[in-house]
């Protein structure tokens, strides 16, 4: 099935299999979401759990918060990540930190789903990644699948959990196709190991796990490759034994140069797994710009394949750091 | 001891005098209680901030005995008097505002971020305009859950500029939420007076924009407090949606912490005073002849040994180990 | 080629009638454009998503009329209209669309992000509010520097129900603000009719709440939107303060790219179609002896050559280089 | 003078040498700030230029936007940095894309003025420093100084550049008293060697800077202190020449261990002076909770001089990476 479809799906038989899992958004219930993420809810469920709301992303999240703390799994979508920027006092300051302001009294088990990312011509308000706004929050979970099979399985799973979960959808993924087998379960918090490999660990979340599969291909290299799939918290253990056997890391990220989500992991390696690195870890981002609307601008925005299958062979065969392109290339610093 | 629970009971008995002695009581409870906060920020045994109450405690008990203690309020960081009429005890509320692990949030909150969901006291936002929504969502609840119950916001003056404001008015109103907006008009946010802020006098108005019924009250008179509420609960209960309130009260405190309110007109503080809730309160019990001197000057004389016997053991109480500060992050249980 | 300035004068010469003229030629030059734009979305010769203006013709010349050009608009990403109207020559407008270095923002912003600061054209906003507080800090601007200057924020109805909707029109109302809130309201926000989102009907009405002048006119007839503006407008100027205006349009295509808009109650679409500001104006110029047939079709004619030869060079462009996605991120210059 | 007293003087300053700067946010009027950070402002330079506002962040945010496209440069304060949960929108998604999104026809020369930070018992949702909201944006700067003289410097330099500048002011050192020459120019994007050492390289910001100078000098060793004091676009180049010459990298921050700016230097220095380095890089930073308000658990939510000196020895005379203290101590994982 489609990665919309497996959206879909998860949240039919979670929706199913528990009477307070709730969804609204702007859109979702009679349009069927502007991604059709949530066709045929309304029909099935209702309107009294599926619910479209008025253009007021602070209102609903709260709303979402609220109607967590009394007992409902609210799992709400905000359309473009971008719009959190009006609401994101109601996840972080609010829901994030109401278990712990309550002393433990109140849980907040919501779901915010959001679509993210870049390449499909959106522009530079439409187009973010954006972790960075969430990721630094003690009480909430981040969680990014890069296929049919983590969307379902991970989205089950964050509707499962008993605290709020910020589930970012990579847009560009919505039209893919995967296999997806429904009894699979995926924990939060678990990173997946994609391939198996020696030379090298690629670290990557979302739809560049894709791009870091083709370029591993590509390299010719055995490079363990590893979807991160939780942001926060993120699988330490699993990342370091395979630098520790590889001996190499390299983060392949969407989010730009400076302040994305990649230095968390390579910062974390460099100090806990320092003397089994054999060459420097390092990242591959988008460039530090907003995210442009010309196709030929938005295909250079974030890692390709090539650039990153070639940053590779670079890394594993002369234990170099590549240069980004447009330092390379004389574009920018 | 007596619970949360029992403490909030105890106002709403089946005898409507000793209720209303019960609530003039309490009263006097809040201020003695915000007295000796003050005292004790001044003295430096507290730290961080805090948010008096003064001359809000008809509005504080008003609400208290017109909600159950299922239904939900989510208050603001000026909640000590919202939390004692709720019916947290002095000794929970000031050992929070001590930071102790006694506290009714295990002194990880402090002043602004009182909770006792045994009576309907969601954590208190310290963000201007946090609660609305959350009230907002904890009505949502209700309505699909089928359940009769309301859920209140309870914010500022200043509070009605915010767009969360805004947002939450519309979505109740659209959704026929049962939660009733109550806007504690103090006229003042901070340092600055209502008008030099918001051009309109009546906020309540502002409800007009989503078709919402409105209203003000005296907030400085309980028994107008409860009539007032008790309609907008009705039609909530009812499943005909939200209502905004109104309720004009006055700060006799300044904003927080060392605030002198310099920049109040002059007899202001003084017209508001002969309106002092506490006051009209006792005039209209000792009308009734409910109350006498004798008896104030006894039941003062309790609030007074109450709120000091709770700084006395709150004093001594412990403080959180480093260990209760990671407690709380995640939960693998649902609860509340 | 004229510039942006010289088409938007054109509109404004010292002969009314010809500029009556003129505002119809741009109507329809609007029109075909918007109609090219979907074919070539639907063709897949354009990337991204679009937001087409098609029935909101006769607001955005209406504003462009009425606005002098160092007067400055924030709108949003429906807002081809508002770019052609107000100077922007179709080939800048299409280029930006194809992602070109010859487009208003040098291919970067797209469908959405329209700008042209010699016209006071700022960059739209894809987010929903997102121009309204610039509005207002425009309008603070000219405020400060004792301009006459005014600034609109051009926004949907939908929009009327996010935060900074509110936040912004209190703002403006409490510092008398020379800005005009212009709602489009074209019934539909994205797939949800206006009434499924907000319960009231006369949105305009939420001027009350910041005791801010309002009024609601005809937005599919001009000169309802020039003289309905004309009033805010010079009350801005004048000193005293803001206005929010209700333009009553419709969105005679669905909300972007493939919507069908199969939501529209039946005959919906019909009955609005009736008062296509096109015809409309086309009736009302005809009826003063200002048009007739051929001289419809001649304008006609050449609203399509215009818009064709605007593709066919925006085609041939040149896509932005690498380096141009990277010029403008830190400025050393003031610029603006 | 009073580091209050550096802002104040700094806006001072720059009003009477431009007339375009104008001031305002909550209570900073009549009431002279929150903070006292605006003492004098309204009587020097009068009610249109200095002006309170309606607590309306999203509002007068975007309203310093818009004034400062057309001409102005305003300043404005974010009383709490959280409060900026309900306004990200207004500097994040419009002032900082507006250079970009106008293709150069418009700049937005302003500075969004914010205390930050925990120490004072102000709890959970008053106490963060939150860079991570901000830190991934390009086009938007980011400062945030660490004494009275940085303060003033700084500010000056952040009202004087012609992009949107995030100004965060650690609300602890409001009090604080330090030398200040009003002549002395600091450039935005330039750390500040605050002192030499060869044994290793500490680097942070802020109030941090204050307790690792503690630390080093209870630590006894010779350890080069950098003050970073621009977060974005951060110098790389002082911060890589250091460390090549000391050979270890040690970051203080005040955020949390997930997700805090720290992580975005150790990443760079580990890919880019990786033979340099005699042992692993590590951050020591606040764990991963919402600031507690008990004065007794909040003194131990930020690093202090003394665990900083421990692991500073640890570090230099073990080459170790020393476990942070709630891993020591089995308090949490
Ligand atoms: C979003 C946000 N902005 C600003 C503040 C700072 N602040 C705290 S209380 C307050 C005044 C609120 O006044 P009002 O709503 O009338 O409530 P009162 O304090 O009078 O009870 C302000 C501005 C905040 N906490 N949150
Ligand atoms: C904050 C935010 N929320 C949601 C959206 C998605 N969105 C884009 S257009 C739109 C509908 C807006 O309707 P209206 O304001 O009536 O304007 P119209 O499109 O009809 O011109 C929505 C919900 C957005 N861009 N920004
Ligand atoms: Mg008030
Ligand atoms: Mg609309």
Known sequence: MRFRQAIVAAMTDEMTADESVIFFGEDVAAAEGPFKTSEGLLDTFGPIRVRDTPISEMAFTGAAVGAAMMGMRPVIEIMFMEFLGVALDALVTEGAKMHYLSNGEYSVPMVVRASCGSGLGFGSQHSQTLENWVAATPGLKVVQPSDAQSAYSLLRASIQDNNPVMFLEPRILYAERGEVDTSLKMEIGKARILQEGSEATVVSLGNMVNVAREAIKESGLSVELIDLATLVPWDRQTVLSSVKKTGRLIVVEESPWSGGWGSEIVSYVASHAFSALKSAPFRITAPDVPVPYSGTLEARYVPTAINVALALKEAVKENKVPQPWWITEGVSK | ?336
Chains 1, 4 share one sequence.
């Not at chain 2, 802020?197 to 400085?220: C, Q, V, W």
């Not at chain 2, 007109?265 to 009308?287: C, F, H, N, S, Y």
Request: a negative charge; charged letters at 25%.
């Open chain 2, 1 to 336: 001891m007596s619970t949360s629970l029992e403490r909030r009971n105890s106002l709403k008995t089946s005898d409507s005098k000793t209720d209303e002695i019960a609530c003039y009581e309490r009263m006097l409870e809040i201020r003695e209680f915000e007295r000796r906060t003050n005292e004790l920020f001044a003295a430096g045994e507290i730290r961080g901030t805090t948010h008096l109450c003064v001359g809000e405690e008809a509005l504080n008990l008003g609400l208290a005995t017109v909600l159950n203690p299922d239904d939900v309020i989510a208050a603001t960081y000026r909640s000590h008097g919202i939390a004692l009429a709720f019916g947290l005890s002095p000794h929970s509320v000031m050992a929070e505002i001590m930071g102790k692990s006694t506290g009714c949030a295990g002194g990880i909150g402090g002043s602004m971020h009182m909770c006792d969901s045994s009576v309907g006291v969601l954590p208190t936002s310290a963000i201007i305009g946090g609660g609305m929504p959350v009230a907002a969502g904890a009505a949502l609840a209700f309505q699909i859950q089928k359940k009769k119950n309301v859920a209140v916001a309870y914010f500022g003056d200043a509070a009605t500029n915010i767009g969360a404001f805004h947002e939450s008015m519309n979505l109740a109103a659209i959704w026929k939420l049962p939660v009733i907006f109550v806007i504690n008009n103090n006229v003042y946010g901070e340092y600055t007076r209502i008008d030099l802020s918001t051009p309109i006098e009546d906020l309540h108005i502002r409800a007009e924009s989503y078709a919402m019924p409105h209203a003000k009250l005296d907030g400085m008179d309980i028994y107008a407090v409860q009539s007032g509420m008790q309609e907008a609960i009705d039609r909530a209960r009812r499943g005909d949606g939200p209502t905004l309130i109104e309720a004009k009260t006055y700060r006799f405190s300044g904003h927080s912490r060392a605030d002198q309110a310099l920049y109040r007109p002059e007899g202001e503080l003084e017209m508001w005073q002969k309106r002092d809730p506490i006051l009209v309160t006792e005039q209209a019990l000792t009308k009734k002849g409910l109350l006498d001197t004798a008896k104030i000057e006894e039941m003062k004389a309790k609030a007074v040994a109450t709120v000091d016997a709770a700084i006395v053991q709150a004093k001594s109480d412990p403080e959180p180990t480093a260990k209760d500060m990671f407690s709380h992050i995640f939960t693998s249980q649902k609860v509340g």
